[in-house]
């Protein structure tokens, strides 16, 4: 399984921006797609998943503001970032897991700042 995350770069606060990452292989109906960020200095976190079916789960410091939807027909997952603060600067990287694996992409960049 691989996976293309794209779409990061520089925005201001308060703005918006939209990831993307599209998954390949080997994929089996059954998974979840997630989003995890890593910012300078501090370990990754999660920040959502989506089910196949469409069930979603996000952590405190996103909900309200983030969204998370996939597309199953190409297998992508997209992440729309609303109301971005500079704390939300990091490097974003989507996940596959299915059937007790995770996959990772390559992960995005993503800073907000004046």
């Known amino acids: 399984v691989q996976l293309q995350a794209s779409g990061g770069g520089l925005v201001q606060p308060g703005g918006s921006l939209r990831l993307s990452c599209a998954a390949s292989?080997?994929?089996?109906?059954?998974?979840?797609m997630e989003w995890h960020r890593q910012a300078p200095g501090k370990q990754r976190e999660f920040v959502a998943q989506i089910f196949a079916a469409g069930s979603v789960r996000y952590p405190g410091p996103v909900k309200g503001r983030f969204v998370i939807s996939r597309n199953n027909a190409n297998n992508t997952v997209y992440l729309q970032m609303n109301a971005l603060k500079p704390e939300d600067t990091a490097v974003y990287y989507c996940a596959l897991s299915q059937r007790g694996d995770r996959y990772w992409g390559q992960g995005t960049l993503v800073t907000v700042s004046s």
């Open positions: 292989g080997n994929i089996f109906s059954s998974n979840s």
